[in-house]
């Protein structure tokens, strides 16, 4: 049973370009959570889908960042023209249905740079 | 409001040591508390987590953890270190009922000589 899978592993973008790091959970698993680790700290929950649906987004930056998990295919985390506080490491988890408490098993990681 | 403390940033023990991470919480309700590892450019692994029951749970690689409700701790532990047991260690506390974050510790690294 393959874990919780990101790509791209590494993604190199400029200011004012775009970013799509994509997250395909683990078999069985509906629920997508993303978190972002920024240097030197610990990992902050930006948002939580379930199939075509949001259901928590309260750690989305307000502007330029969104985030779908659309019937088929994997979730996408999306940043517009981005800029260079974006570099960080950003995690996809997945869980099965929730189960309050349900472990969050999380996948290796999407490390972005912006030059 | 909701937050972990992870009071140690770095920590050296000998190969063979003990070991203790600290871990201390605040939470309104009945927490669910986890402890992660992550090595240098890889994803987190579950260590161990609690839910309820009994207050002293087992991990794998030789872990385990205290939960302490009139302390708000959960203290990871282990009676001898391993070299390959230098990596970052993270707790975290949480879901809620009706979101699924987590709420992450700032981390501790831990360093093992040889």
């Known amino acids: 049973n393959a874990g919780v899978m990101q790509n791209p592993r590494h993604l190199v973008r400029r200011r004012g370009q775009e970013a799509r790091l994509r997250c395909s959970p683990m078999?069985?698993?509906?629920?997508v959570y993303w978190y972002r680790q920024l240097p030197e700290e610990g990992l902050k929950f930006m948002v939580y889908?379930?199939?075509?649906?949001?259901?928590?987004e309260s750690g989305m930056p307000k502007e330029r960042f969104s985030a779908e998990f659309p019937k088929e295919g994997p979730s996408i985390l999306r940043i517009q023209q981005v800029v260079r506080g974006d570099s960080a490491a950003y995690f996809c988890?997945?869980?099965?249905?929730?189960?309050?408490?349900?472990?969050?098993?999380f996948g290796p990681g999407t490390r972005l740079l912006v030059l | 409001a909701q937050s972990v403390t992870q009071p140690d940033i770095h920590i050296t023990v000998s190969e063979g040591a003990s070991l203790e991470l600290r871990c201390n919480y605040s939470?309104?309700?009945?927490?669910?508390l986890f402890w992660y590892v992550q090595s240098p450019g890889q994803g987190l692994q579950l260590l161990l987590k609690?839910?309820?029951?009994?207050?002293l749970v087992q991990g794998i690689k030789g872990f385990e953890a205290e939960f302490k409700r009139s302390q708000s701790s959960f203290n990871l532990r282990k009676p001898s270190v391993h070299w390959s047991d230098a990596a970052e260690y993270f707790c975290?506390?949480?879901?809620?009922?009706?979101?699924?974050?987590?709420?992450f510790g700032q981390g501790t690294t831990l360093q093992v000589k040889p």
């Open positions: 975290a506390v949480g879901p809620s009922s009706n979101t699924g974050k987590l709420i």
């Open positions: 078999k069985g698993h509906s629920h």
């Open positions: 889908l379930q199939k075509e649906n949001i259901i928590d």
């Open positions: 609690y839910f309820s029951g009994d207050t």
């Open positions: 988890a997945s869980s099965p249905p929730v189960g309050r408490g349900e472990t969050q098993y």
């Open positions: 939470y309104g309700a009945t927490p669910y």
